[in-house]
């Protein structure tokens, strides 16, 4: 056992202990914080693949931006003012579709023969940054147009009326 | 070495109790934080297969930065969406938004 592995597995329990928090927290609030463990533990596991700018980015947006959005909206909701009832009527269900999709998934992994390239290699900021301005360059210009409508919308959406 | 399979092992997981949050929530908000596990377990799996199976190791991290663009404009449309609900309607429970249920 290498370092990369020990984090890996470390980093890897991480997630999924914030992931099965998430999936039966009895409270609101505990559930976004076992969300923010789960994605800054997904944050370790792309640095453990050597992407660190993802890492990063997973830091900046999910742990930062989309989790202060989520408190957000739990304060403005008053969800944590609500009594227990969280799980809804179809919850047996539930467990039975994503113990399925686990199963085939997991089934699927093992019986498929990947393709291999060798081992790990770094992939510099420079080389993300030149791609993406050249050969991905109209999809990034299509989701900068993207993150401008959900923002403006997202604002219409939120505003209070003038008459309420 | 990591094998390749124990990421795929775990980016199911997380899909998988991202879904069954989803399904099984009733309280806005948590079901959009099980979207957001579910596409973190779809970009961690894009991230793998990149390392692992592209020589240049670029086009899966591409991907993944479009993922996270295009789940970042989600939550934001969809948080939203939930403080209206919960405006018009006083509650954020996604059962009780069933004014157009046949």
Redesign the interface.
């Known amino acids: 056992m290498n370092t990369?592995?020990v984090a890996?597995y470390v980093l890897?329990l991480m997630?999924?202990a914030g992931?099965?928090g998430?999936?039966w927290?009895r409270s609101?609030v505990h559930?976004?914080l076992f969300?923010i463990l789960?994605?800054l533990a997904?944050a370790g596991?792309?640095l453990?693949?050597?992407?660190d700018?993802?890492a990063l980015?997973?830091v900046l947006?999910?742990g930062g931006?989309?989790a202060i959005?989520?408190l957000?909206?739990?304060m403005?909701?008053?969800?944590r003012e609500?009594p227990a009832?969280?799980?809804?009527a179809?919850?047996p269900?539930?467990?039975l579709?994503?113990?399925l999709?686990?199963l085939g998934?997991?089934a699927v992994?093992?019986a498929t023969p990947?393709?291999?390239?060798g081992?790990?290699?770094h992939?510099g900021f420079e080389?993300?940054g030149v791609?993406?301005f050249t050969q991905?360059a109209i999809?990034f210009e299509i989701?900068s147009l993207?993150?401008l409508?959900?923002?403006v919308?997202?604002?219409i959406?939120?505003r209070?009326e003038e008459q309420? | 070495?990591?094998p390749?399979?124990?990421?795929?092992?775990?980016s199911?997981?997380?899909?998988?109790?991202?879904?069954?949050?989803v399904?099984?929530?009733?309280?806005?908000?948590?079901v959009?934080?099980?979207v957001?596990?579910m596409l973190?377990g779809v970009?961690?799996n894009l991230?793998?297969f990149?390392?692992?199976?592209?020589?240049q190791?670029?086009v899966g991290?591409?991907f993944?930065?479009?993922v996270?663009?295009?789940?970042?404009?989600?939550?934001?449309?969809a948080?939203?969406?939930?403080?209206?609900l919960?405006?018009n309607r006083q509650t954020?429970n996604v059962?009780q938004a069933d004014l157009m249920r046949w």
């Open positions: 990369f592995q890996f890897a997630a999924l992931a099965a998430l999936a927290a609101v559930g976004a969300l789960a994605l997904v596991l792309f453990v693949l050597l992407a700018f993802l980015v997973q947006l999910y931006a989309v959005l989520i957000f909206a739990m403005l909701t008053r969800a609500e009832a969280l799980d809804n179809q919850k269900w539930a467990m579709v994503c113990l999709v686990f998934t997991v992994a093992y990947w393709p291999r390239s081992s790990f290699s992939v080389a993300i791609s993406l991905w999809p989701a993207v993150l409508v959900a923002m919308g997202a604002i959406i939120a209070a309420e | 070495m990591i390749l399979e124990h990421f795929l092992v775990v199911g997981a997380l899909f998988s109790l991202g879904l069954y949050t399904l099984a929530r009733r309280n806005g908000v948590l959009l934080m099980g957001e596990l973190n970009t961690l991230v793998a990149s390392v692992f199976s592209d020589p190791r670029l991290q591409i993944a930065i479009f996270i663009t295009v789940a970042a404009a989600e939550v934001a449309l948080l939203a969406i939930i403080l209206r919960y405006r954020a059962d």
